[in-house]
């Protein structure tokens, strides 16, 4: 599908130095993204739960079950609906040879720390990816590894050869089509061809060594949930006959390397180009950076779940058959719709329920996968279109910015009779640079929200009009009234209100915490660490030489007499020797038992042994420190053996749990106990 169109006389081309984003994983057994999913897991048969008829094609409906289907050797699966519209999640595992996965599509919008497909051809052959969808997206889940949201993840022990084509990917958080982990360990290629990808975070088309992405299209327009990379190399791969558009992500690129790695580029128009350090960009012949890369989808492409299944493409997707006696009936028993036929604008609409909602087709609607959905509310926007939602209890909040008309069960409302939804918002945009803490506070209520694709994050404390957590790659929001009184953010992440930036130093004071020593009348040395920054109050400084402030540490000495500081953040660490002073914190005493050096450790690893038919025995070691721990009830077990990096244990009816730095380089399990990584489990 090379796209003829003319090439730029100007040779203009950029070279712009990037972001160099390292994998992090060490182990072909555990890494953090949890690979664990592919081994010690019983195969769960798929079942038919409908079917309907598409071009010529029967196809299976599989309701998502928490539940992994494993491929064998030489195995086609295909014809499959995947619903994930329950809430649930299903996974496709390749770990054989000589597999196909063809004409699958996933519908609704997931949510879960679970890739889509996992793929690997573990024996040195050819394997196939065929005519998927995978177009409704997922919406990051509050607690998760960072790396478990991918469309197509294609495992670092990829040792054959991987045709992936007339794939749909759009809005998911953790790449598109993630094909560069072999990169690690073995000569694995995938050639990527006739696909399209459409606002994915980290990347929508991702290959390493001897990948070759072909007649593809992929780029950001800025209304999906995410941005990111249209491409990614991570080796020596090759852009043949692609439309690459950065949009708003990183001053517009498309093409991006890593560090080491070279990109051959030729019949291709792109938006720019981004090699980290020593990456190199090669440039063919009809290669052109200016004018706008055609965004169409490539004939063949599926443009949704049942196009995929009945194995039909964008070119032909056959009319549905309303009168099958197999139709799944609604869960929910109410209907909103937000109606925008005939509208000259577009309408802006949230709304809250008291029990649940969900994405509906109701009087012809379809699911927009734009449209945020999170357990007792839901957003979005429409145009010449409209959405609609079922949902169970009553309509609480409703807040409709435009001309669209709204009916509930058939009947046309006036949105002003119903409370609005706050109308101010607050959106912290994280970096996956670095963990950004924040805390602000308004004079009126705030509640969490999924304004412009933010995840719903539980975690996020919200007390008495003070909002604090933590965003990394990630966003927050919260809907607010009243006015902002006070806001301090410590990290690379950015805050706006009401879509406009904002420095939170024009909110209160820089430093909103108050932090008293008061000495026990003996002398008493001490070292307390925030994660923000942390000065002396005013002209509280002593006239000594004794206390020091360095960085977000102060160090200093107190006898019968009383320090204060001010800082923003949190409190991290609290070290004494000669005895313990008496610390409060915005006048509440600070209990001494919860800090020290063992309490900081900020990740989490669990062997969960409870729900195993058996015992299981394991054994993995981190590259920083790892002491045990009663993370979520487990047991401290004397006969777990801890040698300096490196455990040594087992579960058989109960849980193990660990606090650890740095990374885990080597994991091996005997057993069938379910293991989870918990990284920055304190949201420190």
Known sequence: MARDFPVSDDGDSRDNSAENAADGSNSSLLDRRSYLKLAGTATVAATATGAASAAGEEYEVIEADNSNYFL???????????????????????????????????????????????????????????????????????????????????????????????????????NGIYASAAAYDTPGTVTIENCFGKNNYVASLRVSDGGKVIDSVAYNDGNGRYTGRPFWGWGDQEVIGCDLDGGPYAGGDAIFGRSGSNTSVEDTRHTGYNMSGSGGYTEGANVSTSGTPDHSVPDGVPTSPEAAAGGSSNTDVPPQDESSDDTEEPSLA?????????????????????????????????????????GDRASGT??????????????????????????????????????????????????????????????????????DGASIDDEDVIEDGTVHGVVADWKDAFRYSGEIEEMTLDGPGTVSVNGEQVDPSDFGVDLPHELEVRGPG?????????????????????????????????????????????????????????????????????????????????????????????????????????????????????????????????????LDAYWFEGDVEDFTLLGDAAVDIQYNARKQ
């Open 72 to 174: 064998d050797d030489g195995e086609v699966f295909e014809n499959k609906i995947i619903d994930f519209s329950n809430g649930n999640w299903f996974t496709i595992i390749a770990n054989a040879t000589n597999w196909t996965i063809r004409n699958v599509g996933f519908r609704g919008v997931h949510d879960h720390d679970h890739n889509a497909i996992v793929a690997r051809d573990d024996s040195g052959g050819t394997s196939t990816i065929e005519n998927v969808y995978l177009g409704d997206g997922c919406v990051r889940p509050s607690t998760y590894s960072s790396h478990g949201q991918c469309g197509i993840f294609v495992h670092r022990d990829h040792s054959g050869h991987l045709d992936i084509r007339n794939v749909y990917t759009e809005d998911w958080p953790n």
């Open 334 to 374: 109410n209907t909103i719709v937000f109606d925008g036929n005939g509208t000259a604008d577009t309408t802006s609409y949230e709304f809250v329920v008291s029990e649940a909602v969900e994405a509906s087709t109701d009087e012809g609607a379809t699911i927009d996968a734009a449209a945020s959905v999170d």
């Open 522 to 654: 003996v002398p008493v040395g001490f070292e307390i660490t925030v994660d923000g920054t942390i000065e002396f109050d005013g002209d509280d400084r002593p006239e000594d030489e004794a206390t020091t402030i360095s960085g977000s540490t102060v160090q200093s000495t107190v006898t019968s007499d009383t320090l204060r500081f001010r800082f923003s953040g949190a409190l991290t660490d609290i070290t004494m020797t000669g005895g313990k002073a008496t610390v409060t914190v915005d006048g509440e005493e600070v209990d001494l038992d919860e800090y020290g050096d063992p309490e900081l450790l900020r990740h989490a690893l669990v062997i969960d042994g409870t729900d195993a038919s058996g015992p299981s025995t394991y054994s993995f070691r981190v590259d920083g420190k790892v002491i045990k721990s009663e993370y979520r009830d487990a047991s401290i077990d004397d006969g777990d053996v801890l040698e300096d990096t490196t455990v040594r244990g087992g579960v058989g009816g109960w």
């Open 382 to 451: 429409v145009a010449d279109y409209l959405d609609a939602f079922r949902f169970d209890g009553q309509l609480e909040r409703l807040t409709v910015d435009g001309d669209a008309t709204v009916r509930v069960n058939g009947v046309e409302i006036d949105p002003d009779d119903i409370d609005d939804v706050l109308q101010d918002v607050v959106l912290v945009d994280g970096s996956p640079e670095d963990v950004t803490r924040y805390e602000f506070t308004v004079s009126g209520e705030a509640e969490r929200s999924g304004y």
